[in-house]
C-alpha cells in the first residue's frame, strides 16, 4: 500500500522496540527506535519520519510535553500516541498536544498497522482517488487566506500557520458549506478518525483547537460554533480565493 514508509518510535521498552520493528519489517517498513527523547531531537536536526509513535511515559519526560514541543517547532508528521494511560482525559491531553492518533496499551498490532495506514494515507493524498478533487482549494476566512492543498493559513501580515493533514481537512469540510451544520460524524470521517465519536471528545478537542486558531488570527469570537447534539458549523464570512504566490 505504501512505499517504505519510515517509521520512528520513541519508547523506552526495548523489547517492545524490538517487536514493532520486527513485525514493521514485515512488512516492508523501515522502522528507527529511540528510548530517550533526547536521541530523537537530535536525529530530528537531520531528517523526519513519516510518522511517529511515541510513548507518553517516558523516563525524563511525558510524551505530551514532547509533542507540544515539536508541534510549536512546526513539525507536522503524523504522530500516534501510545500509552497505558486511557482515561478520558488522557486521551484529550494526547489528542491536544498535537497527537493525530491514541492508542491505549495493550494494543493489537493488526489494529496499529491499520491506524498507520490511514494516517500515512490521508499524509500522502492517496485516499484523495476515493473521492472526487474538489473544484476550490483555496478560501478567504475575512482577512485570513485558507490553502486547503497546501495545508496553511496566511494571516494578513503574510505569516504562515501550517495545519496537520486532518485538521485542513476538517477546515475544509466546513469551509465548503460556510453557515451549515456539518455533522461529527461526517467530520471524524473527513479528518481519517478511527474513533466512535459517539464514545469520544477526539473530534471536539480537534474542532476546539482550529475555533481558537482561528479566533486568534481573525481577532473575532465565535469563528466555528458548536451545535449541541449535531456537529459544528463555520461563523467566518467564506469567499473563494486564488492560490498565494510564495507561500
Known amino acids: 500500500m505504501f512505499s517504505s ?21 514485515g512488512l516492508g517498513w523501515s522502522s528507527t527506535s529511540f528510548h530517550r527523547p533526547r536521541n530523537l531531537e537530535d536525529e530530528l536536526a537531520i531528517g523526519t519520519p513519516s510518522l511517529l509513535l511515541l510513548d507518553e511515559m517516558l523516563p525524563d519526560r511525558r510524551g505530551v510535553d514532547l509533542l507540544s514541543g515539536l508541534r510549536l517547532q512546526g513539525h507536522r508528521f503524523p504522530v500516534v500516541m501510545l500509552s497505558a494511560l486511557q482515561s478520558p482525559e488522557d486521551r484529550i491531553a494526547g489528542l491536544e498536544a498535537g497527537a493525530d ?8 498490532f493488526r489494529e496499529l498497522q491499520l491506524r498507520i495506514e490511514r494516517l500515512l494515507a490521508i499524509e500522502t493524498g492517496a485516499l484523495d ?12 476566512l475575512g482577512a485570513v487566506h485558507f490553502d486547503g492543498l497546501r495545508a496553511q493559513l496566511t494571516a ?5 500557520t501550517r495545519l496537520s493533514r486532518g485538521d485542513a481537512a476538517l477546515l475544509q469540510a466546513l469551509v465548503r458549506r460556510p453557515g451549515e451544520v456539518v455533522g461529527r460524524q461526517t467530520l471524524a470521517r473527513i479528518s481519517g478518525s478511527l474513533v466512535d465519536v459517539s464514545q469520544s471528545r477526539s473530534i471536539d478537542v480537534r474542532l476546539s483547537r482550529l475555533r481558537r486558531l482561528l479566533e486568534d488570527l481573525l481577532q473575532q469570537g465565535d469563528a466555528i460554533e458548536a451545535i449541541r447534539g449535531q456537529g459544528y458549523r ?5 469567499e473563494a480565493a486564488e492560490p498565494l504566490v510564495n507561500t
Not at 491514541?102 to 494494543?107: D, H, S, V, W
Not at 482517488?129 to 478567504?140: D, G, K, L, N
Open 101 to 108: 492518533d491514541y492508542l491505549g496499551k495493550p494494543f493489537s
Open 234 to 238: 463555520l461563523q467566518a464570512p467564506v
Open 5 to 25: 514508509p519510515s517509521i520512528w518510535i520513541l519508547e523506552d521498552d526495548e523489547a517492545l522496540c524490538s517487536l514493532l520493528s520486527s513485525r514493521f519489517d
Open 129 to 140: 482517488a476515493r473521492v472526487p478533487p474538489p473544484a476550490q482549494e483555496c478560501f478567504r
Open 156 to 160: 494578513v501580515d503574510g505569516t504562515v
